[in-house]
T-cell receptor, first 113, second 112 residues
Framework: AQSVTQLDSHVSVSEGTPVLLRCNYS??????LFWYVQHPNKGLQLLLK??????LVKGINGFEAEFKKSETSFHLTKPSAHMSDAAEYFC???????????FGAGTTVTVRA | DAGVIQSPRHEVTEMGQEVTLRCKPI?????LFWYRQTMMRGLELLIY????????DSGMPEDRFSAKMPNASFSTLKIQPSEPRDSAVYFC??????????FGSGTRLTVV
C-alpha cells in the first residue's frame, strides 16, 4: 500500500523568492510519483512525474522535484515564485503498474507581491 | 488535443432529483477514472474503467451512484436520488499508460 504526506498545509512566499513544497511517501514497491497543481475552480494539471528514470525531474513552469529514495522524499521546488503560482499543490504516489493513486492532503501556496 | 471534457461545469439540483455527469476522455486513452473532491475528504477515487469495463467500483459511496462507459469516448456518472451530502466537485480523468492522469476541469455539483 502506498501513501503520501505533505508536510506543509500552507506555504507563503514573496514573489521572486524560492518555493519549497515538501512531500514524503511510502510505497511497497518501486513508486511512481507525481506533482499536480490545482488553481482555484480549475482541474488538476500535471506538473511533473518520476517513474524510475532520472532522480531530478523537471516539470512545467520552472518547477522541478528530486526523488530521494533514502529519505523517501519527493520535494517540489521553484527558484523564483510568480504570482501565477498561487494554487494548491498535490503530491501523488502510485506503485508502478498500479492504477490507484494516493493523493496527499495538498499544500496551498500564496505569493505575496 | 482538447483534453478530458466534462459537462456540465456547474450543476445545481434539488434533493431527490437525478443528476448525470458526463465525461469524454482523451482519444486513445484506455483508462478512465471518476474522482470526487470535498474539503473534508480530499480526492477520492469512485470508479475505474479499463477498456470500457469497470474494474474497481469500491469507492462508489452507495447504490445511489452508478457509472457507465458505453464506448471508449464517453462515460457517465449518475446519482439517483441526489442528497445534499453529494455536493462536491466531480472529476473525470483518463490515462493510456497509468503514468500520470489527465484530469478534466470538473463538475461542481450543489444539491439543495
Amino acid at each position: 500500500a502506498q501513501s503520501v504526506t505533505q508536510l506543509d498545509s500552507h506555504v507563503s512566499v514573496s514573489e521572486g523568492t524560492p518555493v519549497l513544497l515538501r512531500c514524503n511517501y511510502s510505497s511497497s514497491y518501486s513508486p511512481s510519483l507525481f506533482w499536480y497543481v490545482q488553481h482555484p475552480n480549475k482541474g488538476l494539471q500535471l506538473l511533473l512525474k518520476y517513474t524510475s528514470a532520472a532522480t531530478l525531474v523537471k516539470g512545467i513552469n520552472g518547477f522541478e522535484a528530486e526523488f530521494k529514495k533514502s529519505e523517501t522524499s519527493f520535494h517540489l521546488t521553484k527558484p523564483s515564485a510568480h504570482m501565477s503560482d498561487a494554487a494548491e499543490y498535490f503530491c501523488v504516489v502510485s506503485d508502478q503498474g498500479d492504477y490507484k493513486l494516493s493523493f496527499g492532503a495538498g499544500t496551498t501556496v500564496t505569493v505575496r507581491a | 488535443d482538447a483534453g478530458v471534457i466534462q459537462s456540465p461545469r456547474h450543476e445545481v439540483t434539488e434533493m431527490g432529483q437525478e443528476v448525470t455527469l458526463r465525461c469524454k476522455p482523451i482519444s486513445g486513452h484506455n483508462s478512465l477514472f471518476w474522482y470526487r473532491q470535498t474539503m473534508m475528504r480530499g480526492l477520492e477515487l469512485l470508479i475505474y474503467f479499463n477498456n470500457n469495463v469497470p474494474i474497481d467500483d469500491s469507492g462508489m459511496p452507495e447504490d445511489r451512484f452508478s457509472a457507465k462507459m458505453p464506448n471508449a469516448s464517453f462515460s457517465t456518472l449518475k446519482i439517483q436520488p441526489s442528497e445534499p451530502r453529494d455536493s462536491a466537485v466531480y472529476f473525470c480523468a483518463s490515462s493510456s499508460t497509468g503514468l500520470g492522469y489527465t484530469f478534466g476541469s470538473g463538475t461542481r455539483l450543489t444539491v439543495v
